[in-house]
């Protein structure tokens, strides 16, 4: 089974006071599910924790302060993102090429992202980064001849397109709650 | 000109010969030579802003943090995870 995991889930899944986290945690302890994610996921995490870390907002234990409290603020912000996407079981999917795209005669190279949610943008009633994440979902079976079998997330706005986006992509969003009933972990 | 001398397998190759089906390129030596350039066009240098950083002792903290029993963090805010990562997303 391979699932695709949105932000929400892997902030949830280290945020201890998250409503999610313990379901979370318990689902990306299971390891016979390739977990798989897309670039954008990071730069979310990142972009989150440092909007966390500039209202004050986020604790980190007095191991984790030691560790960190000596780099600037964004190395700090790198640090632990990538500890937190390093400590998964998770692949992060590579860049998969470039597209071609021409405007008024002017041909522009344009990762395949950005043209997969350009196109998907014009059915799919969601925001921009909603957009993204899909087409990274997708770009899943390029590299391993499979498609997603869910896309987890506890966001409201995607969960409520889920229908219109499983009929046009085939690709099933999920909630944790749903997906935990499945699996019945 | 030089002429450069290339190896590669059966797989790669077929997908090549695919892409070439598909009409994308015109033949397996205009194909190599633009996945070429294309990816030499991705190869960035680093911007003035980032080498300033010691990236080596950063990443020596990373794996020490990896390594850690437990990690995790508690955010005070009262919003859950996926409301704070919807509000992102409505500021896009």
């Known amino acids: ?185 | 000109m030089p002429t450069i001398p290339l190896r590669i397998d059966d797989v790669d190759l077929k997908k090549i010969d695919n892409l070439i089906k598909k009409g994308r390129y015109k033949n397996r030596s205009q194909a190599i030579k633009k996945l070429l350039l294309d990816k030499l066009q991705q190869e960035t240098l680093p911007f003035e802003w980032q080498e300033d950083s010691d990236e080596e002792s950063r990443i020596k903290i990373v794996n020490k943090l990896i390594s850690m029993e437990n990690f995790s963090f508690s955010s005070n805010s009262t919003k859950s995870s996926e409301d704070l990562i919807g509000e992102e997303r409505e500021r896009y």
């Open chain 1, 1 to 185: 089974m391979i699932i695709y995991l949105d932000t929400n889930i892997i902030l949830s899944h280290f945020d201890k006071t998250d409503h999610f986290h313990l379901q979370n945690k318990n689902l990306l302890d299971q390891n016979d599910i390739i977990y798989v994610t897309g670039f954008i996921t990071i730069v979310e995490f990142a972009s989150i924790l440092a909007r966390l870390l500039k209202d004050n907002q986020i604790q980190f234990s007095n191991e984790l302060n030691k560790l960190i409290h000596k780099l600037p603020e964004h190395d700090q912000i790198k640090t632990i993102t990538e500890t937190c996407f390093g400590r998964l079981n998770l692949s992060i999917l590579p860049a998969s090429g470039l597209e071609k795209i021409i405007i008024n005669k002017k041909e522009y190279l344009v990762e395949n992202s950005f043209t997969l949610a350009y196109e998907l943008g014009s059915y799919l009633n969601l925001r921009t980064l909603d957009l993204i994440q899909i087409a990274s979902a997708m770009k899943v079976k390029h590299f391993t001849n499979f498609n997603v079998d869910y896309f987890l997330t506890n966001d409201k706005n995607i969960l409520n397109n889920a229908q219109i986006i499983r009929k046009n992509i085939k690709i099933i969003p999920i909630s944790s709650i749903e997906l935990i009933s499945i699996l019945k972990i």
